[in-house]
């Protein structure tokens, strides 16, 4: 089954291996994660930062928290 939400933004750490996606909900709110992959294993992305419950009311206010809780996005964002 497809994932509902829409991703809007994903911005990957070097070595894309972890990114960081800001997406919209079906209903219209906004939220964001933090994924990892690991080459070698074939099942793709998976959640490490377990933030894609909370919600928000605009992507850049997803955006903004995602800069203040995941610590080297503010850095990539910046390059």
């Known amino acids: ?3 509902a ?4 933004r994903s911005v990957n750490l070097d070595g894309e291996t972890i ?3 800001v997406f919209v909900r079906p209903d219209g709110s906004f939220g964001f994660d933090e994924f ?8 793709g992305w998976y959640s490490i930062g377990h933030h ?3 919600s928000y009311s605009s ?5 903004r928290a995602a800069v ?8 990539a964002l910046d390059t």
């Open 52 to 54: 894609g419950m909370r």
């Open 68 to 75: 203040d809780t995941v610590g080297w996005l503010g850095d």
């Open 19 to 21: 990114c960081v996606d």
């Open 5 to 8: 939400n829409k991703v809007l």
């Open 1 to 3: 089954m497809a994932h």
């Open 36 to 43: 990892r992959r690991d080459p070698e294993d074939g099942r």
């Open 59 to 63: 992507e850049e206010a997803a955006l």
